[in-house]
């Protein structure tokens, strides 16, 4: 390792195993991403194109990929809970926030930090899609695919990982680590 990446190492916070995607390559991604969003929604009218961002995960990413946005839109959050303080999925979903916007006749992009098993995008996928939207789709920064136990279409994705707890960028373990500029993987004793 040369000096630089070995003073990189040191910086880290001790929780951290490694640096798994870094600011400039999360930032390209997005930057890619909103282009390919732009281009789909061109001409869209900004009353009725709707981000909608779950939180608390997506709110990095969302405010950096609606920044970057070249068409018209609007913004708002839902909320939900499937995990207590720790890594492990129940497949459980709780609602703890609704939207305040309406959905019906509104193009939805639901924007979701990370897909695991699926479970929760699968939830929102159905309730959104119950409330008759124009038209209904995914952009998902993270993907672990080998996790995966329910189908649901990504229309836009960032990245897929492999099956490691990732923090930064929104992501956190017991609501630590969100504000990392980077994504990392968390050092398996923290979270086993
Ligand atoms: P499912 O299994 O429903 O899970 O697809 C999606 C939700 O699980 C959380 N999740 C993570 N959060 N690092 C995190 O910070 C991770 O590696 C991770 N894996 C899953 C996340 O809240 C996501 O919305
Ligand atoms: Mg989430």
């Known amino acids: 390792m040369n000096e630089k990446n070995e003073q990189k190492k040191l910086d880290l916070p001790d929780s951290i195993d ?3 995607l870094d600011e400039a390559t999360i930032k390209a991604q997005v ?3 909103a282009e390919e969003i732009s281009a789909d ?3 869209i009218h900004n009353e009725d194109f709707l981000l909608i961002g779950v939180l608390k995960g997506s709110f990095i990413f969302l405010a ?3 920044r970057r946005l070249t068409v018209p839109h609007r913004v708002d959050f839902i909320a939900l809970s499937s995990y207590a303080d720790k890594a492990e999925t129940t497949g459980a979903v709780r ?3 609704d939207t305040r916007a309406d959905v019906a006749g509104r193009h939805i992009l639901i924007v979701e930090d990370i897909l695991d098993t699926g479970y929760t995008l699968k939830y929102l996928y159905r309730l ?4 008759q939207p124009a038209s209904l789709r995914t952009a998902v920064l993270l993907t672990k695919p080998d996790r995966r136990e329910v ?3 990504i229309d836009y994705l960032g990245f897929e990982i492999p099956n490691v707890w990732v923090v930064g960028y929104g992501l956190d373990y017991a609501d630590r680590f969100r504000t990392l500029p980077y994504i990392a993987a968390l050092k398996p004793r923290v979270y086993s």
């Not at 959104?128 to 409330?131: E, K, L, P, Y």
């Open 64 to 66: 950096d990929l609606s």
């Open 151 to 153: 189908d649901v279409p």
């Open 95 to 97: 609602m703890i926030m």
């Open 18 to 20: 490694y640096v798994l």
């Open 128 to 131: 959104f899609d119950a409330r």
């Open 41 to 43: 929604y061109e001409g």
């Open 31 to 33: 930057r890619q991403m």
